[in-house]
């Protein structure tokens, strides 16, 4: 790795620096092994449980309360490999630095997925060794493979009863179509779990039954029974290194030794090429097994300089593109991956640095503004406690204190470097509702209080209802919603009322339609005049508004144009069934009149506004509904009835899955239907089943319940 990368004031070079995610279903283990980690690199000295909301990482009120991980939290820590398993062996030893960011696993919060997936190199993606793949699994599994990002699986829960590691590799190849490769196989499992076949150096890894913690454990030689299990994991491995790595593979072809080290460094490229995924199987909860998945970390995970530069486009007419390389030396560029309100130090802008360093004092720009701003203090965030730092270099994470007009995914960089690197994606609020102060004194705290939240979380929308004049908030589920509110009263003292949770229905059209309108208004002084003409058609789902101009012969004047457009676009935020906003359509302004003196920009767009109303009108307009991905996992024996409510609830079945005495119910519900299906689960199932959704997409509302809907709204 070349040194004229790093800056000489930096502590860890580039080549050591590791940006990885740990990423998971709900309850898999995330926050258990972030833990794990902070320990055995000396970050933390005493172990803090989920359970007794007590973990480093989970430090919010309401993380704490539910035992889950709610926002993103960001920790660093370093590590140094032991000889025996390090790639690095020209100098064994050397410590690394490792940042962290511990995401959520429940679906409410998947955009802090992935804006943390967007602006790290790496990721731990864990499976709990009973469950294997479970619904959120594969949502962070696509989100990392939007990304390109090069991952390890971590086989957790090991010691639990009916844990199977081969059955989860099984179930990662055939769901996931990954190319799974054990490189740490648990030795035993349940109550005689006790250590690790590594099968790279055909070693077993026997952790000591005195010290609980896990720090000391013994590198032996393999029994029999292991070793003929590590020689089958390790052909595998081989052959699976052959097919995508050409050294290795003429290598192979042409029977020569191939030793340990020939492996890590052929398997490293193959990781880092998004070719084959390495996979450990431990338990965090009873300390096996994080010290080796901390050394594949360092092994097989990428530092900044090894994955490809980031690239974005130029600010002018947005066709160059720029890049921007990991090199302390280049011109600063940064993403803003996250906003967060902190009570001590106020607004607080995540940054990971792409290129170039940036200090306390520097003038920054934002692409988005073209503003500038000036950096007035620097923090290392360690989950919520703050370390003052005076630079941060290329490849690091870090935080800004104040920054004004700063959004989620937003490019900082310095003057003359005029690039925009590509913002994370979220997905549109599929659920809202009404909220309003308790108090008249909680009425200014409330707006101020959402405001804030909204600019924190991309997926969470504030709006006001213009014919009622209530506050309207929107998320990606109850729970999104229910941990808005409780975050509306413990950070910033506002209680709060909320309605029933409503629906984000949208209304389209199924027809091509004609619309046309003249407004002449005469009241004895200047009059009003504008004639539109107008047509709608379809656009393919998801696709969006699209607009057209095909005015000919100066038929509106183009000073009034604009204002035409402006009129077509306001009309879709009120549909003609109930009022919903209109979607996936194309608009043809073709034609009109105008007059010399009448004719105004107001005239115009009220004109543009009602010829939409009578083109909506014929043209065959419906209504949308959100439908929901829903997975369900029960013990077979209430199968049955769990399908029976599914299909109640106007559910469509795709597939049922089982396993070791448990189904996996995939299905495609509205959302409307979905409203405490918890209760009612639990109650089917005694208990012991569980499910998650996310949102699919919009599809038509039948007509029957269109009808019923409709007479409710008159």
Known sequence: MSGGLNHPDRAFPLERTRNIGIAAH????????????????????????????????????????????????????EWRQSEEVGVYKSAPGERHRVNIIDTPGHVDFTAEVERSLRVLDGAIVVFCGVAGVQP????????????????????????RVGADFEAVIADVRGKLGANAQPIFIPIGSQDSLKGQIDVINLKAV????????????????????????????????????ADVDDELGMMYLDEMEILPSHIKVALRRATIANAIVPVIGGSAFKNKGVQYLLDAVVDYLPSPVEIPAASGVGQGDGSAVLEASADDHGKFCALAFKLWSDKFVGKLVFIRVYSGRVSKGDKIFNSRTGRAERVGRLIQIQ??????????????????????????????????????????????????????????????KLSEGL????????????????????????????????????????????????????????????????????L?????????????????????????????NLVSGGEIPKEFLGACETGIRESLNNGVIMGYPVVDLHVDLI???????????????????????????????????????????????????LIGDLNRRRGRIAEVDSRAGFSQIKSEVPM?????????????????????????????????IVERMTAQYV
């Not at 972030?34 to 480093?56: C, N, P």
């Not at 600019?455 to 504030?462: A, G, H, I, Q, Y």
Request: proline share 4%; hydrophobic share 40%; glycine share 8%.
């Open 26 to 77: 709900i309850d898999a283990g995330k926050t258990t092994l972030t833990e794990r980690i902070l320990f055995y690199t000396g970050s933390i000295h005493k172990l803090g449980e989920v359970h007794d909301g007590q973990a480093t990482t989970d430090w919010m009120e309401q993380e704490r309360a539910r035992g889950i991980t709610i926002t993103s939290a960001a920790v660093t820590c």
């Open 591 to 641: 034609g009109g009149s105008s007059h010399e003196v009448d004719s105004n920009e107001q005239a115009f767009k009220i004109s543009a506004i009602l010829a939409m109303r009578e083109a909506l009108a014929a043209a065959a307009p419906i209504l949308l509904e959100p439908v929901m991905a829903v997975i369900v996992e029960v013990p077979d024996e209430y199968q049955g009835d």
């Open 451 to 518: 405001q804030r939240l909204a600019e924190e979380d991309p997926t969470f929308v504030v709006s006001t209802n213009e014919e009622t004049g209530q506050t309207i908030i929107a998320g990606m589920g109850e729970l999104h919603l229910e941990i808005i509110q409780s975050r509306l009263q413990s950070e910033f003292g506002v209680r709060s009322n909320a309605g029933k949770p409503q629906i984000a229905y949208r209304e389209a059209i199924l027809k091509t339609a004609a619309g046309e309108y003249k």
């Open 383 to 444: 989950s919520n406690d703050h370390k003052d730092i005076d630079t941060c270099y290329a490849g690091d994470i870090a935080a800004i204190v104040g920054p004004k007009n700063v959004r989620t995914g937003d490019t900082l960089h310095v003057e003359g470097f005029d690039i925009m690197l590509e913002p994370p994606a979220f997905p549109e609020p599929v659920i809202s509702m009404a909220v309003e102060p308790k108090t008249t004194a909680d009425s200014d």
């Open 136 to 159: 959120q699994s594969e949502t962070v599994w696509r989100q990392a493979s939007k990304y390109g990002v090069p991952r390890l699986i971590f086989v957790n829960k090991m010691d």
């Open 672 to 704: 409307a239907e979905m409203f405490g299906y918890a209760t009612d689960m639990r109650s089917l199932s005694k208990g012991r089943a569980s499910f998650s959704m996310e949102p699919l997409r919009f599809e038509e509302v039948p007509a029957a």
């Open 520 to 548: 002449v208004k005469q009241t004895g002084g200047k009059g009003q005049y504008a004639h539109v003409v107008l047509r709608i058609s379809p656009n393919e789902r998801g696709k969006g508004f699209t607009f057209a």
């Open 206 to 241: 026997i952790y000591s039954d005195n010290d609980l913690l896990g720090s000391t454990y013994e590198v032996t030689e393999l029994t029999e029974e292991q070793l003929d299990l590590a020689h089958a994991a390790r052909r595998s491995l081989l052959e699976a290194l």
